[in-house]
């Protein structure tokens, strides 16, 4: 059974899931993806297929927010930035297979570009550099890891923050 906290955070990462799913474009262009690096305040290239941006700071700061509001509940947390990866994994995939039809006519503003299952995988693996980019997950697996360390960083730092000074 979850107890209070664990509801609350929750609550506000579904309420900042739906939030994504409705204004992805916008919010996408805002933190600098979408090929918009020119609005990019944090971009720096980690592999051929992506870089690091606003979104990965973003992860930081979201869960060190969680953190900072129920530091005893860390590992729920870092449970709820895994999961996040893995639901990426699986917008990516499916749009990439020209199988999200509700991804790719609310959310994603084209999928015309698809590939074939081991093209996807080699790609999002760094293995073979495809001239699409990835749309959920930018820099690949690479990338994934890259906001799962965000994401445990800013759990730390904000259950840090909540027990020193608050």
Known sequence: ??????????????????????????????????????????????????????????????FMILAMMCP???????????????????FEFITKNGNGNFLCKYVVDTCTHTMSNGDFWRHYLGIKENPQSLYWCSSGLVGQLLDIVFDISGAYTGAYIARNYF
């Open 1 to 62: 059974m979850l107890n209070k906290c664990q509801c609350k955070i929750l609550l506000i990462s579904l309420l900042l899931f739906s939030v994504l799913l409705t204004c992805m474009q916008y919010i996408d262009d805002l933190f600098g993806g979408g090929g918009s690096l020119g609005k990019c305040m944090v971009c720096t290239k980690i592999s051929y297929n992506g870089h690091l941006t606003n979104w990965t700071v973003s992860h930081f700061v979201f």
């Open 72 to 90: 005893d509940n860390i590992y729920f947390i870092i449970g709820i930035g895994i999961l996040w990866e893995f639901i990426e994994l699986f």
